[in-house]
């Protein structure tokens, strides 16, 4: 799939044609990150950022005991992908993801989690956890 920040001076490939996952996350990290009301993942296989791309990273403890590295584009700001040290899967930012929203990526199949923090209403039937999904969990 092709991804890229805000002014497309990041761009880059996933390494599969669609995520192997696609979360809705509403725990106080990916709001705060999204400046939004909840932040959107996609999971693939752990990939390395092109060696040219324009990105800094920073890294933040988990609750577990690892870390993540969040890299970010160096021009516009916009979060690109999560690295947890704990997994070899990648969270891929949904907003960096061409159709985001159509096929693979329809939001309606996505998984909520971090629920017991949602600010906005959840809707009925969808796949849904209090807190994360378990194993490599990036969030609080």
């Given at each position: 799939m092709n991804a890229s920040c805000q002014?497309?001076?990041t761009t880059f490939l996933t390494p599969l044609p669609a995520p192997l996952a696609l979360y809705i996350c509403h725990c106080l990290d990916c709001r705060?990150?999204?400046s939004s009301a909840f932040g959107i993942s996609a999971r693939f296989p752990r990939f390395a950022l092109p060696a040219d791309a324009p990105v800094a990273s920073f890294r933040r403890a988990t609750k577990?005991?690892?870390?993540?590295?969040?890299?970010?584009?160096?021009?516009?700001?916009?979060?690109?992908?999560h690295?947890?040290?704990?997994?070899e899967m990648v969270s891929v930012k949904g907003?960096?993801?061409e159709g985001l929203g159509v096929g693979e990526l329809d939001l309606?199949?996505?998984?909520?989690?971090?629920?017991?923090?949602?600010?906005v209403e959840i809707p009925e039937r969808v796949r849904r956890w209090e807190e994360g999904e378990g194993e490599g969990d990036e969030g609080e």
């Amino acid at each position: 799939m092709n991804a890229s920040c805000q002014c497309h001076r990041t761009t880059f490939l996933t390494p599969l044609p669609a995520p192997l996952a696609l979360y809705i996350c509403h725990c106080l990290d990916c709001r705060a990150q999204s400046s939004s009301a909840f932040g959107i993942s996609a999971r693939f296989p752990r990939f390395a950022l092109p060696a040219d791309a324009p990105v800094a990273s920073f890294r933040r403890a988990t609750k577990s005991g690892g870390f993540v590295d969040c890299y970010f584009c160096r021009h516009c700001g916009s979060r690109v992908l999560h690295v947890n040290s704990e997994t070899e899967m990648v969270s891929v930012k949904g907003g960096c993801l061409e159709g985001l929203g159509v096929g693979e990526l329809d939001l309606r199949r996505a998984v909520h989690i971090w629920c017991k923090r949602a600010v906005v209403e959840i809707p009925e039937r969808v796949r849904r956890w209090e807190e994360g999904e378990g194993e490599g969990d990036e969030g609080e």
